[in-house]
């Protein structure tokens, strides 16, 4: 099955510094990259989400990017703020979503 | 639309006690899924489903049982009980396969 790990475990940035976190999957086969925040004691939310056959994309202060040889994946956050406190989950679906660990990102004011 | 609705949000077992966690959808999704996540964890898939009458294993299938008789609901049976079974557990619903729709969670505590 597909194998999805993430990295790191925990972030902490100064506000309006910029946050990665970068995923390695195992199945060549999957096509399809999520990306969900979490925020303690409520459900994953999507936040971007990225198809194999595009190298990259944006909303906003987030993008996504893929790298399909290699096999990975990384959320970039611009222009941090308090709110994008929380836990982030990336994913990796052929028919079924395997998540990574996940991130705890700590936005210092 | 109220979306993936989960029942119930609470529930403390004994061990050997069993219990049908309840997950319906109203958007019309084929797709359903059941995960768990563990504190601290990532969400690992117990059991899926891609239409009424289908259904099959994830990662971590041991110790529970799923049904799909209608589109809309995808309840998870524990059977037996045990602490290791002690988890959130959410339910997700998706038209194709990609955008997943989460259930609020159930809170389960084996004891």
């Known amino acids: 099955g597909e194998n999805v790990e993430q990295h790191p475990s925990t972030l902490s940035v100064q506000e309006g510094d910029s946050a990665v976190i970068k995923c390695t999957y195992s199945d060549s086969a999957s096509n399809y990259f999520p990306w969900y925040k979490q925020e303690l004691g409520k459900r994953p939310q999507l936040i971007i989400d990225?198809?194999?056959?595009?190298g990259e994309k944006k909303d906003q202060r987030i993008a996504v990017t893929l790298n399909k040889t290699a096999k990975h994946f990384s959320l970039h956050i611009t222009e941090t703020q308090p709110e994008d406190s929380a836990v982030y989950f990336c994913a990796a679906s052929r028919n079924k979503l395997s998540f990574g660990a996940g991130t705890t990102v700590t936005v210092r004011a | 639309n109220a979306g993936v609705t989960q029942t119930p949000k609470f529930r403390i077992l004994k061990i050997g006690q069993s219990m049908t966690l309840q997950c319906t959808q109203d958007m019309n999704h084929n797709y359903m899924y059941w995960y768990r996540q563990d504190p601290g964890m990532g969400l690992k898939l117990i059991y899926y489903?891609?239409?009424?009458?289908?259904?099959d294993k994830g990662e971590v299938p041991n110790g529970y049982n799923v049904s799909r008789s209608t589109t809309e609901d995808f309840p998870l049976r524990l059977e037996l009980a045990a602490p290791s079974q002690t988890s959130v557990y959410f339910c997700a619903s998706s038209k194709t396969g990609v955008g997943y729709t989460f259930g609020s969670g159930t809170r389960l505590t084996v004891v």
């Open positions: 489903s891609v239409g009424a009458g289908i259904t």
């Open positions: 990225i198809r194999s056959n595009v």
